[in-house]
């Protein structure tokens, strides 16, 4: 990209930037916008701090709600564990505890025992509620009798020891133990399949002597109905998994959709819940334990179905606050139009005035603070035509002021007495004197007119006194001598021109020429205090008596010309000049003593 587009690219102005300075320059604008911040940054937030509230409250309810959902199917799952439990209790009968005996045994006590055993197998399926649950009992012992009730007494195989069902059972002689079963490896005739198993070992009440053990089986559909019986929304569901984390029942996935923290945090804690992105979505997870089993219940659902509401909530307020702040607009709108139209039509006054229509009058019966600014106006314009009307009279003076400095610079007696010498030097035959006075006066004038500028160089100024004092040298070869001085670095500050000349005029006119010894002038230019320029004049003529320099100060100070005319009209023509052009600050200031001469000090400021 050229060097040009970049800098046009850059300094293109952005939308936000001309929408910024389209805001700053109009008053109502600003109203609007600051109304608008003012409505807008409360509601927003009023309606965050709302749906912030509300969706707190919702999320919490929630939460409960879904921590009791899973609490309830804790407690149905346990009930069916605990029934189950009961059926155990036939393992500890002494019938039992005979048929399993491995000492003493003859057919005829283990078929009476196997019967008595049937019976009580009956008789806790009538006493308890949830026997159409128990798919089956089974009693296996050590000493190889075993009996159930779909196989009635049964012998094995295989030796019990190497039955995983009953290893597992007897590796927890003192606890229940749940399995899951689908195989029912104990079972010969296998009558049916996917069960859970409940079993305990059969010990010997005096010596605690591993006997056997005794299993029931709880259908596991049952389970899977309680399970599919409670959703959590509508989508929602429960899925139980044993300790080692194998499925029992679940709809969906398992324990692989966790996170590993989560699925520590599963395992690892009783209860709890939390927030988890499956996939693109997230998803609320809620999980329990089973008292008996230390199976894991866990539950999961969509966290947006459940946050249907809060997210209902959060449309409702978003619309409420978007309607309160248009309105708010609005009636922001007409009200910074009620307020702005006076100041609308001060304005367009101001424009009227501002065209050089000094005649214009603002027009406000207000008595507020906009009326106040209209009388402001008024008087404001009123001032303005005195202070043209004076402007007018200082423009009229600093004309004549500059008329009559350039007649001093022109004088005629000067240019006179020059040619004057010019001719008598040639008839003297001095040439090269002829040449460098001739130039000195060319130089003199065309830095004195200077093409009509009013403002010149601090070196051209100089180079001017210098050729005047050249000039004024070759004519009083004797008593005339004069020393120049400029600090470096102000050549190139603006001056006002013929404001030093007068002055060393002056210097040459009213003390060189008074003291009947010849004299010098010295004329010097520094800057004080960075914006400060200071220039000096000295001469070591007659200087002034303490009366005559008292009147001059005082004509210095004079407004009128005719305080000066008898007083020193040159410096006070000077000083007025200097006023006028730079302000009431700025001018001469005059230090003399009679017989040695006085020091003219011009202030100015730095002008580039």
Same mark, same amino acid.
């Given at each position: 990209?050229?060097?040009?587009?970049?800098?046009?690219?850059?300094?293109?102005?952005?939308?936000?930037?001309?929408?910024?300075?389209?805001?700053?320059?109009?008053?109502?604008?600003?109203?609007?916008?600051?109304?608008?911040?003012?409505?807008?940054?409360?509601?927003?937030?009023?309606?965050?701090?709302?749906?912030?509230?509300?969706?707190?409250?919702?999320?919490?309810?929630?939460?409960?709600?879904?921590?009791?959902?899973?609490?309830?199917?804790?407690?149905?799952?346990?009930?069916?564990?605990?029934?189950?439990?009961?059926?155990?209790?036939?393992?500890?009968?002494?019938?039992?505890?005979?048929?399993?005996?491995?000492?003493?045994?003859?057919?005829?006590?283990?078929?009476?025992?196997?019967?008595?055993?049937?019976?009580?197998?009956?008789?806790?399926?009538?006493?308890?509620?949830?026997?159409?649950?128990?798919?089956?009992?089974?009693?296996?012992?050590?000493?190889?009798?075993?009996?159930?009730?779909?196989?009635?007494?049964?012998?094995?195989?295989?030796?019990?020891?190497?039955?995983?069902?009953?290893?597992?059972?007897?590796?927890?002689?003192?606890?229940?133990?749940?399995?899951?079963?689908?195989? @029912?490896? !104990? /079972?010969?005739?296998?009558?049916?399949? *996917?069960?859970?198993?409940?079993? %305990? &070992?059969? $010990?010997?009440? #005096?010596?605690?002597?591993?006997?056997?053990?005794?299993?029931?089986?709880?259908?596991?559909?049952?389970?899977?109905?309680?399970?599919?019986?409670?959703?959590?929304?509508?989508?929602?569901?429960?899925?139980?998994?044993?300790?080692?984390?194998? @499925?029992? !029942? /679940?709809?969906?996935?398992?324990?692989? *959709?966790?996170?590993?923290?989560? %699925? &520590?945090? $599963?395992?690892? #804690?009783?209860?709890?819940?939390?927030?988890?992105?499956?996939?693109?979505?997230?998803?609320?997870?809620?999980?329990?334990?089973?008292?008996?089993?230390?199976?894991?219940?866990?539950?999961?659902?969509?966290?947006?179905?459940?946050?249907?509401?809060?997210?209902?909530?959060?449309?409702?307020?978003?619309?409420?606050?978007?309607?309160?702040?248009?309105?708010?607009?609005?009636?922001?709108?007409?009200?910074?139009?009620?307020?702005?139209?006076?100041?609308?039509?001060?304005?367009?006054?101001?424009?009227?005035?501002?065209?050089?229509?000094?005649?214009?009058?603002?027009?406000?019966?207000?008595?507020?603070?906009?009326?106040?600014?209209?009388?402001?106006?008024?008087?404001?314009?009123?001032?303005?035509?005195?202070?043209?009307?004076?402007?007018?009279?200082?423009?009229?003076?600093?004309?004549?002021?500059?008329?009559?400095?350039?007649?001093?610079?022109?004088?005629?007696?000067?240019?006179?007495?020059?040619?004057?010498?010019?001719?008598?030097?040639?008839?003297?035959?001095?040439?090269?004197?002829?040449?460098?006075?001739?130039?000195?006066?060319?130089?003199?004038?065309?830095?004195?007119?200077?093409?009509?500028?009013?403002?010149?160089?601090?070196?051209?100024?100089?180079?001017?006194?210098?050729?005047?004092?050249?000039?004024?040298?070759?004519?009083?070869?004797?008593?005339?001598?004069?020393?120049?001085?400029?600090?470096?670095?102000?050549?190139?500050?603006?001056?006002?021109?013929?404001?030093?000349?007068?002055?060393?005029?002056?210097?040459?006119?009213?003390?060189?020429?008074?003291?009947?010894?010849?004299?010098?002038?010295?004329?010097?230019?520094?800057?004080?205090?960075?914006?400060?320029?200071?220039?000096?004049?000295?001469?070591?003529?007659?200087?002034?008596?303490?009366?005559?320099?008292?009147?001059?100060?005082?004509?210095?100070?004079?407004?009128?010309?005719?305080?000066?005319?008898?007083?020193?009209?040159?410096?006070?023509?000077?000083?007025?000049?200097?006023?006028?052009?730079?302000?009431?600050?700025?001018?001469?200031?005059?230090?003399?003593?009679?017989?040695?001469?006085?020091?003219?000090?011009?202030?100015?400021?730095?002008?580039?």
């Amino acid at each position: 990209m050229p060097d040009d587009a970049i800098i046009r690219a850059v300094s293109r102005p952005s939308p936000f930037s001309a929408q910024l300075r389209r805001i700053n320059s109009s008053l109502r604008a600003k109203l609007l916008a600051i109304f608008a911040l003012l409505t807008t940054i409360p509601l927003g937030i009023v309606g965050v701090v709302s749906y912030s509230r509300s969706y707190s409250t919702i999320k919490q309810n929630i939460t409960a709600s879904a921590t009791q959902i899973a609490s309830q199917l804790n407690k149905s799952l346990e009930l069916v564990f605990r029934e189950s439990e009961r059926f155990l209790k036939i393992g500890s009968h002494e019938t039992t505890i005979r048929f399993v005996n491995p000492y003493r045994q003859n057919e005829q006590t283990t078929y009476r025992s196997a019967l008595e055993i049937i019976s009580l197998f009956k008789l806790f399926r009538e006493i308890y509620e949830f026997d159409t649950l128990i798919r089956g009992i089974h009693i296996l012992g050590s000493n190889g009798n075993n009996i159930s009730e779909a196989e009635g007494r049964f012998r094995l195989e295989q030796d019990l020891g190497s039955l995983p069902t009953v290893r597992r059972i007897l590796a927890r002689p003192g606890e229940v133990s749940y399995i899951p079963n689908p195989e @029912l490896d !104990y /079972s010969p005739s296998r009558p049916y399949r *996917d069960v859970i198993s409940v079993g %305990r &070992a059969i $010990v010997r009440p #005096s010596t605690r002597e591993l006997m056997g053990v005794i299993i029931v089986d709880v259908d596991r559909a049952a389970i899977v109905e309680l399970c599919r019986g409670v959703r959590m929304g509508e989508t929602g569901w429960f899925s139980v998994a044993t300790g080692e984390g194998r @499925l029992i !029942y /679940s709809e969906g996935g398992g324990a692989e *959709d966790l996170s590993p923290a989560n %699925r &520590a945090l $599963v395992a690892g #804690s009783g209860e709890g819940h939390f927030v988890q992105r499956v996939g693109r979505e997230p998803e609320f997870f809620v999980f329990n334990t089973l008292p008996s089993s230390g199976w894991k219940i866990v539950g999961r659902v969509k966290l947006r179905e459940l946050m249907k509401g809060a997210y209902q909530i959060r449309s409702l307020t978003l619309a409420v606050v978007l309607l309160c702040i248009l309105f708010t607009i609005v009636l922001y709108f007409f009200i910074s139009d009620a307020l702005t139209h006076p100041i609308r039509d001060l304005k367009q006054k101001m424009a009227q005035a501002e065209g050089g229509d000094l005649e214009v009058r603002a027009e406000s019966r207000a008595a507020d603070e906009i009326g106040g600014l209209a009388h402001g106006f008024n008087v404001m314009i009123a001032k303005l035509r005195e202070l043209l009307a004076r402007s007018i009279r200082e423009q009229e003076e600093l004309a004549k002021s500059e008329l009559k400095a350039l007649q001093a610079q022109i004088n005629p007696h000067f240019l006179y007495n020059t040619l004057d010498a010019i001719v008598w030097m040639t008839e003297a035959g001095r040439r090269e004197e002829v040449v460098r006075m001739t130039k000195t006066l060319s130089s003199f004038f065309r830095i004195g007119l200077s093409k009509g500028e009013e403002w010149i160089h601090v070196r051209e100024e100089f180079e001017h006194v210098e050729s005047y004092l050249a000039i004024q040298r070759m004519r009083y070869r004797d008593i005339l001598d004069y020393a120049i001085q400029l600090e470096e670095g102000i050549g190139e500050c603006r001056i006002l021109k013929l404001t030093l000349q007068p002055l060393v005029e002056n210097a040459i006119y009213h003390g060189i020429k008074n003291k009947r010894a010849g004299g010098r002038v010295q004329v010097s230019g520094r800057r004080l205090d960075g914006e400060r320029l200071e220039f000096r004049v000295a001469d070591d003529g007659c200087g002034f008596s303490p009366e005559r320099l008292a009147q001059v100060r005082g004509a210095l100070a004079a407004e009128g010309p005719e305080a000066g005319r008898d007083n020193g009209f040159g410096l006070w023509n000077v000083n007025r000049r200097i006023q006028l052009y730079y302000g009431k600050g700025w001018g001469l200031s005059i230090d003399s003593l009679a017989g040695e001469g006085a020091l003219v000090t011009v202030s100015l400021p730095v002008v580039r």
